[in-house]
């Protein structure tokens, strides 16, 4: 505003524009300079009275000083929250590498700890291989030893029936020796005697022996039955065994 007055100040008394008129040689040429100062003179009147209605925002100097400081603290807080993300993420990062080590240690020694127990596991089975190969053995010598017991209380039953004392002889084979010997004996008889009677005898002995045989088989069957009818009284005896807590739910 002040360097405005002056510029009028000066014109007004007589100076630049005083002169510049006189340095002039002809009307017209003044006439265009006169229309050009008061152009100039009405746009810096019009300059003067918007920049004296126009109102500052900051009208002091403390408004400044206020907005730098809550800016400063503003970026301080920022500044702490960042830190403080910064410092959880380190030690959420440092956890999950502990934990990602421990798991990796768990799960080494659960994979040693299986292959440790497949090679027992392994182990096992050759040996319960080796076990029931030697019980088959065991079982098929156990079977052969009934089975041949019997066979000497059979051949000590036709022996005695033949008419020979049991007592003397301790051999088997030596007494089917004398059983055959006795047979082909009673054979050579046979052929000597009337063929009618050596068949209704012989008729006779198939009936005892078809007789024999079925109440074997009658005998056999009621065994096998009372042993199934023990099992079944037996199970139904026995203790329920009733399981407490509750039961699993399964989701």
Known sequence: ?????????SRSSGGPSTKRQSQVSS????????TIDSDNDGGQDDGESSEEDEEMYFQRPEQLLDIFAQLEERNLFLIQNVQETEEALEELKQKYEETQRQMEEKT???????????????????KAAALRKRSRANSQAQNQSRLLQGLREKVRQVYEKC???????????????EIEGWLEYLLNEIKHMD???????????NAERRDRIRKEKKEEQRRQYEER???STQRAKAEVVKKGGKPAMFR
Not at 109 to 123: G, M, P, S, Y
Not at 163 to 177: C, H, I, K, V
Request: proline letters at 2%.
């Open 195 to 205: 063929q009618s009677l050596v068949e209704a005898a012989e008729k006779k002995k």
């Open 27 to 34: 009307p017209s040429q003044a006439q265009q300079l006169s």
């Open 229 to 231: 009818l023990a099992k």
């Open 163 to 177: 008419g020979f004392n049991a007592d003397t002889q301790s051999d088997t084979l030596d007494m089917l020796r």
């Open 108 to 126: 080494n020694l659960l994979h040693a700890n299986i292959a440790d127990l497949q090679t027992k596991i392994a182990a096992e089975q050759e």
């Open 1 to 9: 505003k002040g360097i405005y007055k002056e510029v009028r100040s």
